[in-house]
């Protein structure tokens, strides 16, 4: 037979339109299996691979103090920036403050940052108008002068290129604009509109100042002579010799580290992207078996024509050309769709916030996307000829045993490679069950660990000072606590600069008496009166703080469990602690508490000191008598008209900021869940298809048993039987996959294993309950094939 392959083109395409349920099957297989893939594909190459928008961005670090127990970094202080810059070794440092909520005159907010006059030149950014900051624009008193982004510049000035030197009025005062940004500075977020100078005065700039760490990013551009590796060294070993950076109050565990600018935004997101690749890549392989399933039933059924064919001097190889024909016509909507749910899959991934918008790494529809999705395509096509391929070879040997009766000769054949597939679906979809199951069993243990401390019935709120690093004994704090107290439902009220879960940290370095020389880290807790009652922490030794410890001249502290047996020898009454030349006296020792997460070691020491007046910037906390989430909205509006609304960082139940602690485990089980979910359609989808293809060839016999007696319930369990054969083969896999994905997660997880029952139990009642349904219509089918029905199909 002569080929042609225009014709064998329109013969796919006549076959494929013939069947539009296996076509559309096919088309939303590929789209949501490929779709999904891409979508952690362009978020993995943006963040690890994609070009700093930068000049020479290799040449760009990001310096910090790194704290060891906490894993946070801090930046250096503007004190010690300026010492390096003026000593000419290091290149050039600048720095970048946190964002920040800016409103215009009219109460339109933008997102705004404060920066020094040295970070453009370091970042190569020139203005698209105007100039850039300047030495004396951070001077204190200098003219308000500020910087724009372009997309400010174009959507509220529509691009009038009189703007520079133009007055923008705030709501606290006005600037002047002395240039305009391109957007793709992202720094320090992705969608700042204004830029601030950083006063950089000499309190900032004092010798007091010098060795502190503080919470803005530090970023330098190493000379062009230098190489980095170098670089780093002598940074590092100048950092590590300074006196005044290393005191015997520094605490220990705090390292300073030059990292390369990229981990500012990528470090810490490769771990849940990997989790998300192989859920996707799991997903993607069963939907392969799938399609690889789908064909080769839809070819089995082809199994008369082709002997036919064959029979008449067809290759065997023309077959092939047929499936990828077929495939390609299949593929390429698909792919089309797939690159749509990729580009909506990366836009889920920052809604969940699996990944961070900060920063000039955004993730969004690229070439990788695209190269990605075809690649994929081109791999998914590999199983399904190999089991087209595997059929053929079989075909071709036994032509003539299948001119007659249909092909039912080879269809044994087709359906044993298809409950092969079906096995491997099964295990894919019972290792996801598990993985889901062990995060999920995680979470759950999380939210009802033992806190050492009753989280019940608490509000907490954060207020802000009204001046920026000025810390000061504030009274009207202390007269909003006492609006506080004399709530409905406020059983009592107390204060601490840091609460547990408060999502902020301080570690300071400690004197103990007896271990001379030698500095201890530990978190400072300045708390107010009742402290303790109100946060539910026991007291397990000496006393807590009362109106003896108010005086001016009393010194004493009060330490946690953890700093006693690590400092202290399990014995902390009496004993003396200083701190910056002051000495406190240890009158207690409290429960110890996490303060980051419910997994968090209880290996971070704390000690308490007593503050009679809250400072201006403190973190309050109000036990209720009734249900804390129902007292958020009167504390909030409470402390806003005490204080004023622009002083109120936040204002929530305990409880909730306890569950946002692992709230980053949320989003990996919804999409898990989904991923899940997907391959338990998978499942359904296949058993579906092999157990109806089954029935169809199995018509003949069953109709012979219909005529020896065999009822229609006996024809019903034989037909369930068939599918149930093969959930051990399928579970066994899945344990293994299981098992591999315990050891990938392995960090994620707590006090939960591969050996709990229940889990077990779950992920296979699931598996069996989706192949009972899948092979229940099926089954009925069979159960309604009448004797001569069965000779009408022979």
């Known amino acids: 037979m002569n080929f042609s392959l225009s014709m064998e083109l329109q013969r796919a395409w006549r076959r494929l339109v013939r069947a539009p349920g296996f076509s559309l099957s096919v088309i939303v297989l590929i789209a949501v299996s490929i779709g999904g893939v891409a979508a952690v594909a362009t978020a993995g190459w943006s963040l690890f691979a994609r070009p700093l928008p930068y000049s020479q961005a290799d040449r760009l670090v990001t310096i910090s103090g790194w704290y060891k127990r906490g894993d946070s970094h801090a930046g250096l202080s503007a004190a010690l920036v300026d010492v390096l810059n003026r000593e000419r070794k290091f290149g050039t440092i600048g720095i970048v403050e946190r964002p920040f909520e800016l409103r215009l005159a009219d109460g339109t907010g933008v997102r705004a940052g404060r920066i020094d006059h040295r970070l453009l030149d370091i970042l190569r950014v020139s203005p698209l108008a105007g100039r850039v900051l300047t030495e004396h624009d951070t001077a204190p008193g200098a003219d308000p002068v500020a910087l724009i982004s372009e997309r400010l510049w174009l959507d509220r000035f529509g691009g009038d290129v009189g703007i520079v030197d133009r007055v923008v009025d705030l709501q606290n005062g006005r600037v002047r604009v002395a240039g305009v940004l391109p957007d793709m500075l992202a720094l320090p977020a992705w969608d700042t509109d204004i830029w601030l100078p950083m006063e950089l005065g000499p309190e900032k700039l004092s010798p007091g100042m010098y060795s502190t760490l503080q919470s803005h990013t530090v970023i330098a551009r190493a000379d062009q002579d230098v190489g980095m590796e170098t670089y780093h060294q002598r940074l590092l070993a100048r950092l590590e010799s300074d006196e005044r950076l290393n005191s015997r109050e520094r605490p220990m565990d705090i390292e300073y580290r030059v990292r390369p600018l990229r981990e500012l935004w990528s470090a810490g997101q490769g771990d849940g992207l990997l989790i998300l690749a192989v859920a996707t890549g799991v997903v993607l392989l069963a939907a392969w078996l799938n399609l ?215 570690i300071s370095g400690y004197i103990v008496d007896g271990r001379p020389g030698e500095s201890v880290a530990a978190r400072p807790r300045s708390v107010g009166p009742g402290f303790f009652g109100v946060a539910g922490i026991d007291l397990l030794s000496g006393r807590t703080f009362g109106l003896e410890d108010a005086g001016d001249g009393v010194k004493n502290a009060i330490v946690d469990e953890v700093f006693e047996r690590m400092y202290l020898d399990g ?97 990996q089980l919804i999409l898990l869940g989904t991923f899940a979910c997907l391959a338990l359609l998978l499942v359904f989808y296949g058993l579906y298809a092999l157990q109806s293809y089954q029935v169809v060839a199995s018509t003949s016999e069953i109709g012979l048993r219909r005529a020896i007696g065999a009822s229609r319930t006996r024809i019903i369990y034989a037909e369930l039987a068939r599918p149930a054969r093969l959930l051990l083969p399928g579970l066994l896999l899945g344990m293994l996959g299981g098992w591999l994905g315990m050891r990938l997660i392995d960090e994620r997880l707590y006090n939960s294993g591969l050996g709990d029952p229940e889990l077990l139990a779950a992920t296979g009642a699931a598996i069996a309950l989706t192949t009972a349904l899948a092979a229940l219509v099926p089954a009925l089918r069979a159960s309604r094939i009448e004797p001569l029905e069965a000779l009408r199909h022979d």
């Not at 080769?296 to 082809?302: K, P, Q």
């Not at 308490?608 to 504390?635: G, I």
């Open 292 to 506: 690889a399933g789908l064909w080769l039933a839809r070819w089995t059924g082809r199994t008369h024509e082709l002997a036919i064919q064959f029979a008449l001097g067809a290759r065997s190889g023309l077959a092939t050309v047929g499936v990828v024909l077929e495939y390609a016509l299949l593929g390429i909507p698909g792919l089309v769709l797939a690159t749509g749910i990729a580009s909506l899959g990366v836009e889920v991934l920052y809604a969940l916030e699996v990944l961070d918008e900060n920063g000039p790494l955004r993730a969004g529809l690229a070439l990788p996307t695209i190269t990605s999705g075809v690649v994929l395509l081109a791999f998914g096509l590999l199983p399904v000829l190999v089991a087209i391929r595997w059929h053929m070879r079989r075909l071709a040997h036994r032509s003539a045993g299948n001119l007659g009766g249909k092909g039912t000769g080879m269809r044994g054949g087709g359906a044993g490679m298809r409950r092969l597939l079906t096995i491997g679906q099964i295990g894919i979809a019972s290792s996801l069950l598990l993985v889901l199951g062990l995060l999920l069993t995680s979470w759950l243990k999380l939210l009802s660990e033992d806190l050492g401390f009753d989280s019940g019935r608490l509000v907490t709120a954060m207020v802000g000072s009204p001046q920026q690093f000025q810390l000061y004994p504030d009274v009207n704090v202390a007269a909003a606590a006492d609006r506080l107290r004399n709530l409905p439902g406020v059983d009592s009220v107390s204060w601490s600069n840091v609460v547990p879960f408060g999502g902020m940290e301080f």
């Open 571 to 667: 014995a902390g009454v009496g004993r003396r602690v200083s701190s910056s030349g002051v000495e406190h006296r240890v009158v207690g020792v409290v429960e110890s508490v996490p303060h980051r997460s419910p997994d968090q070691e209880r290996d971070n020491p704390t000690i308490y000191t007593y503050s009679n007046t809250p400072e201006s910037q403190t973190q309050l906390l109000v036990r209720t008598s009734m249900d804390p989430k129902s007292m958020v909205a009167a504390v909030r509006d409470t402390l806003e008209r005490e204080l004023g609304e622009d002083r109120l960082y936040f204002v929530d139940s305990l409880a909730s900021r306890v569950r946002n602690s692992v709230s980053d485990r949320e989003p």
